[in-house]
């Protein structure tokens, strides 16, 4: 459904705001050990999250990544997504046909309008701070152990 950019700037992001809980910033090593992506690659996506005002940069000797504690639970998911992926997964087709509307309709096309609908109703509704608080009590992980 996401594009693996996407995935780990959504992983990112998560681990970012559990350490800004803690007043701790995240250097870009640390991150891309802890959503298993190659630091080149998880650079890149980090850019694309502070040019979106999602994550903030902080350069120096303490420096490294950070999300200012109020600002945690007004980031959606929606929000993360549009910085990587922009809007495309609210208007793609469903089996990946170029041409796919109401008046030319692939063949699971009113079906899977119903799942971008839900999905951008979830990605609209979703804040940073539910599933930071979600990974810190246990309730859901983005690692397992010895994964």
Do not use: W
């Amino acid at each position: 459904m996401f594009s693996k950019a996407c995935e780990y700037g959504i992983k990112a992001s998560i681990f970012i705001a559990i350490n800004s809980y803690e007043n701790k910033r995240v250097s870009p090593k640390e991150i891309s050990e802890e959503i298993d992506s190659p630091k080149a690659f998880t650079a890149k996506i980090l850019q694309a999250l502070v040019k979106h005002d999602v994550i903030n940069s902080v350069q120096g000797a303490y420096g490294g990544f950070e999300i200012e504690k109020e600002k945690i639970s007004t980031i959606k998911l929606a929000q993360i997504v549009n910085a990587i992926d922009g809007d495309s997964i609210y208007r793609g087709c469903g089996l990946g046909l170029h041409i796919c509307d109401d008046k030319h309709p692939c063949p699971v096309h009113d079906k899977f309008k119903i799942v971008r609908s839900e999905l951008k109703n979830m990605l609209e509704n979703t804040n940073l701070e539910q599933l930071a608080l979600d990974i810190k009590s246990g309730t859901s992980f983005l690692k397992i152990k010895g994964d």
